[in-house]
C-alpha cells in the first residue's frame, strides 16, 4: 500500500525506488531496536520460511524433452507466428508509447534486438520470455 500511494502522489522519479530500497531497510531496523532477530520475525510470520538452496543444474532436469509431442509442431506454426506477430506489433508500440512519456526519442531497433536477445536467452536457459510493459494503471 505504501508503494502504491508513493507511486500516485510522488511526482519525483526517483521517490518509488528509493522507497522500495528504505522499507526493507526500516524493517530490519524494527526488529534490531525491538531485540527480536529473523527467526522470531519468521515465527511470528513476517518472514517466509526458509527453503533448501538448488543447484542451477538442478533446474535442467526439469525439463523433459521426451514428453514434447514433435509430431505436432507442424501444426502449431500458424498459431506461432500469429504469437511472434502480435508481440512484436505490441513491443513495438509499448516502445513508442515510453518513448512519448520520456519526451525522447528511443532507438526502437536498439530496444527491441535487446528484448530479442533476452527473451532468446530466456528461452534457451528454460525461463520465460518478456517484453515492455506500458501502463498508466
Known amino acids: 500500500l505504501l508503494l502504491t500511494g508513493v ?16 522499507i526493507p531497510v526500516v524493517f530490519y531496523i524494527v526488529l534490531f531496536a525491538c531485540g527480536w532477530s529473523i527467526e522470531d520475525a519468521r515465527e511470528g510470520g ?4 526458509t527453503s533448501p538452496p538448488v543447484p542451477v543444474q538442478d533446474l535442467f532436469h526439469l525439463i523433459d524433452f521426451g514428453k514434447v509431442r514433435w509430431d505436432l509442431c507442424k501444426e502449431i506454426i500458424p498459431t506461432w507466428l500469429g504469437m511472434v506477430f502480435v508481440v512484436s506489433f505490441s513491443s513495438c508500440l509499448d516502445v513508442a508509447a515510453i518513448s512519448m512519456d520520456m519526451g525522447e526519442a528511443l532507438d526502437v531497433n536498439n530496444e527491441l534486438t535487446t528484448v530479442g536477445i533476452s527473451n532468446l536467452v530466456s528461452g534457451l536457459a528454460g525461463g520465460f520470455t518478456g517484453s515492455y510493459i506500458f501502463s498508466q494503471t
Open 7 to 22: 507511486a500516485r502522489k510522488c511526482q519525483d522519479e526517483a521517490m518509488l525506488p528509493i522507497s522500495m530500497v528504505v
Open 46 to 49: 513476517w518472514v517466509g520460511e
